[in-house]
């Protein structure tokens, strides 16, 4: 997100200077892996589609003014109960905002697609604008872009407080003080720590992707689009872009939580493999079951998934991004794009009511 926001605004020609805890790209967050699912339907709330469409545009634009592949548009499988919700929503936000996607019998997947297991009742739908996207390539790209543009950046420079001065802010770092007309704040799972009143709750997870090597040529044919299997048993994957393994990952509902983030439990224990050996098993059973890498990261989820996205409460100099729930990397151009909004110009022509921070009334 900052450094998405850190291209927006200095797209728009403001003076922008950013802080960053590690230096942009590293793998001690929420981002790295080598890959994220980018796609255009929305299993959880179709009212993310209109951001996604404007984060589409703007991947355009990022690639476009880098020259670097940052997305490839492999397509994404979402299979899962018919009758679940979330599959009932991706329909619906299909039809509703006409994206372009097959809906695939379990005749027509076994053919094209013989690496996935349906389960009776299941459905498939394969959203074709979507695959995916460079992580590191993505931050790296865009914070250079953005010094390309004018911005300073403060790599191994920890944020320590933002204290409100006149009508802008004061930033606080081991180095000393800087003021500011506003700030933007984009610290992922160390949001409790610099904003320890915020108002919300935002749980931090510990995550883990585990890369598995395919016994057959299935998964690297033609098509490789990402994966998502929703409820009950939601997980998602990825063929990896060396076409050497597929990454899996899980639904929120087994990650650890996070009691430090300066103090990541980054091993993980046999047991840990447990889930995803069983998923294999249902679902993938050309995976071969012992994982050849594995990485741990961190994100910070809200108790409704949905991301805090404007003004903190008592500082309207200060514009948070937070708690994206594991769903935020796709929207990252447009979140930038609208915290440039909201810092230059105090509002947003986005539809971003149902992720603000105004009125907002869960805990
Ligand atoms: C395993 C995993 C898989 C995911 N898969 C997907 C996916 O397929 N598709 C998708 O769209 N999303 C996905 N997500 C979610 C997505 O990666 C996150 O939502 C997104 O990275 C959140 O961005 P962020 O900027 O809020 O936080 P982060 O990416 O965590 O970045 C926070 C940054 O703030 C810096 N920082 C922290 N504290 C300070 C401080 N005090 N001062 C200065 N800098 C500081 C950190 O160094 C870091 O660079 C996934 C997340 C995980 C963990």
Redesign the pocket.
Known sequence: ??SQAAWRLAARGAEVVG????APG?D????G?ET???RSAHFEDSRYVPLLKHADALWEELQRETGRELRRLTGCLLMGPAEHHQMRTVLESIAEHGLDHEVLDAELLAKRFGQFRLEEGDAAVLDRRAGFIR?ELTIQSAVRHAEELGARIHRY???RTITPSGSGVEVHTNAGAEKFDAAVV?????VN??LPDLPWEVDIRR?I?AWYVPTTDAWFGDERPAFIRTAPTHC?GLPSPDGVSVKL?LSRAVHLPVDDPNRLNRTVEPHELEIFTQLIEQYMPDLHPDPIRLSV???GYTESSRPLVGPLPGNDAVVL??G?S???????PAMGDIAADLALDGATPRPIEFLSTVNRTEA
């Open positions: 997100m900052g802080y960053d805890r590690f590293h001690r967050s929420a981002a892996g994220r699912i980018f992580p420079t920890p944020v984009t610290v992922g799972p160390w720590d610099l995550l992707n998602y990952g990261f961190m994100e991004l937070a994206f594991g769903h935020g990397f796709k929207l990252s």
